[in-house]
């Protein structure tokens, strides 16, 4: 069965230091990974995805992500966390014919100035 | 392109009456997904449509629950006799077909008192 586990509920960083939020998978063949941001009470945005080839994806925002196969993960990066990146952060993992997708519980990130 | 569109934003409604979901997808996406979201936890599939065709349905989705999108359009989500537990963000999102990159609307709130 699919699952997707987000190790770290809240995370605290620094205006301009800099982001990893740690994404691992479950997935019996190669899979479509995505990243999406939530702010509260709203619906969620795409930040980047991945589905074949270069194993470093760019995103929006100034995301990153890098999927490890051996690892099976998909870590989001950022080099400079901005004080309007504060949100919750969800990875989710989905199969290549194109049906559901399964999320993980989401990490809460917050800004501080 | 207006993206997807759910209403209403909010419904509070008291415990044993119906409530329905409207969800107007993109509109070229004949892909179209019912999630919902508790809090502290991320998106759970709920059920999908191709077209008007609804493919799959997951155990989440109670007799208490129905979904429909007539003529392949915008859909709705029925609760019927609802209970606090029903309680949640309930998200819609659409694709094209035969891929995985879903776009979410901003979530219909329901709180049951």
């Known amino acids: 069965a699919q699952s997707v586990t987000q190790p770290d509920i809240h995370i605290t960083v620094s205006e301009g230091a800099s982001l990893e939020l740690r994404c691992n998978y479950s997935y019996g063949a190669t899979p479509y990974l995505f990243w999406y941001v939530q702010s509260p009470g709203q619906g969620l945005q795409l930040l980047l995805k991945?589905?074949?080839?270069?194993?470093l994806v760019q995103g929006i925002k100034g995301f990153e992500a890098e999927f490890k196969r051996s690892q099976s993960s998909f870590n989001l990066r950022k080099p400079s966390v901005h004080w309007s990146d504060a949100a919750e952060y969800f990875c989710?993992?989905?199969?290549?014919?194109?049906?559901?997708?399964?999320f993980g519980a989401g990490t809460i990130l917050r800004v501080k100035s | 392109d207006t993206g997807v569109s759910q209403n209403p934003r909010h419904k509070i409604t008291k415990r044993g009456q119906n409530v329905t979901f409207r969800c107007d997808p993109i509109s070229e996406h004949n892909r179209l997904y019912w999630y919902r979201q508790t809090l502290g936890q991320g998106p759970e599939f709920l059920t999908y449509f191709q077209n008007e065709a609804q493919l799959e349905k997951s155990r989440l989705l109670s007799d208490r629950f129905s979904a429909e999108r007539p003529k392949g359009s915008f859909s709705t989500l029925e609760i019927q006799r609802t209970e606090q537990g029903d309680s949640a963000m309930y998200l819609c999102?659409?694709?094209?077909?035969?891929?995985?990159?879903?776009?979410f609307g901003q979530g219909t709130r329901l709180t049951v008192v």
């Open positions: 991945y589905f074949s080839g270069d194993t």
């Open positions: 989710a993992v989905g199969a290549r014919d194109g049906n559901k997708l399964v």
């Open positions: 999102a659409s694709s094209r077909e035969r891929t995985t990159e879903a776009f």
